[in-house]
């Protein structure tokens, strides 16, 4: 054999070898474990809808009827008072000297002969005089109606009593007290002797002169 023959042969003998160690290495490897894979679920089912029902059908309201009219009620106006001639009355007392100076009538003791004046815009209308327990009841003339009582007053001008003459701002007796109505259950006002609607004053006071 010559020089190439032998260089044959050791490479036919070298990868005899080298195949012999790749199956050898082969066979000895474990074999490869593939996971188990879990079971495949069953499709999942859907639920079968009901058919659709059909549309509500909305009953047919009867046509609106037109608004009620209701009826035209004629116009309402306040009552009216009617016109009557004017009666005023009060009391007149001299107050304590415990009270002097204070709007107390407490232990206050009726004047006789007291005289009280109407005046009405400032214009003297009529005069009385009070009775022994200071009453007095003032009837004013024709010219005066329960129309035009609200520019009116009375007030007390004279005391025959000189201890107790000076007349008290109780209630506005020195400047003079407006007139009230006297008004029973109903509101309406007192008529007395079918002609004078009745109106109240007072009550009015005089200052005592004390002794010191």
């Given at each position: 054999?010559?020089?190439?023959?032998k260089?044959?042969?050791?490479?036919?003998?070298?990868?005899?070898?080298?195949?012999?160690?790749?199956?050898?290495?082969?066979?000895?490897?474990?074999?490869?474990?593939?996971?188990?894979?879990?079971p495949?679920?069953?499709?999942?089912?859907?639920?079968?809808?009901?058919?659709?029902?059909?549309?509500?059908?909305?009953?047919?309201?009867?046509?609106?009827?037109?608004?009620?009219?209701?009826?035209?009620?004629?116009?309402?106006y306040?009552?009216?008072?009617?016109?009557?001639?004017?009666?005023?009355?009060?009391?007149?007392?001299?107050?304590?000297?415990?009270y002097?100076?204070?709007?107390?009538?407490?232990?206050?003791?009726?004047?006789?002969?007291?005289?009280?004046?109407?005046?009405?815009?400032?214009?003297?209308?009529?005069?009385?005089?009070?009775?022994?327990?200071?009453?007095?009841?003032?009837?004013?003339?024709?010219?005066?109606?329960?129309?035009?009582?609200?520019?009116?007053?009375?007030?007390?001008?004279?005391?025959?009593?000189?201890?107790?003459?000076?007349?008290?701002?109780?209630?506005?007796?020195?400047?003079?007290?407006?007139?009230?109505?006297?008004?029973?259950?109903?509101?309406?006002?007192?008529?007395?002797?079918?002609l004078?609607?009745?109106?109240?004053?007072?009550?009015?006071?005089?200052e005592?002169?004390c002794?010191?």
């Amino acid at each position: 054999m010559g020089f190439i023959g032998k260089s044959v042969l050791l490479t036919l003998v070298a990868l005899f070898c080298f195949t012999s160690s790749a199956l050898s290495f082969t066979t000895a490897l474990p074999p490869i474990k593939l996971p188990t894979l879990p079971p495949t679920k069953a499709p999942i089912k859907l639920p079968t809808l009901p058919p659709a029902k059909a549309p509500i059908k909305l009953p047919t309201l009867p046509p609106a009827k037109a608004p009620i009219k209701l009826p035209t009620l004629p116009p309402v106006y306040p009552p009216k008072f009617n016109k009557t001639l004017v009666a005023v009355r009060g009391l007149v007392f001299c107050k304590a000297c415990k009270y002097a100076g204070v709007n107390n009538l407490h232990g206050a003791t009726p004047i006789k002969d007291a005289v009280v004046r109407l005046v009405c815009k400032n214009k003297v209308i009529s005069e009385t005089k009070t009775d022994k327990n200071g009453y007095f009841l003032l009837f004013a003339p024709k010219t005066v109606t329960n129309y035009i009582i609200k520019g009116c007053r009375a007030l007390v001008v004279k005391s025959p009593d000189a201890k107790c003459s000076k007349v008290s701002k109780l209630p506005g007796g020195n400047m003079g007290s407006l007139l009230t109505p006297v008004v029973k259950p109903g509101s309406s006002m007192v008529i007395i002797n079918k002609l004078y609607s009745l109106f109240n004053v007072g009550p009015f006071a005089l200052e005592p002169v004390c002794p010191k």
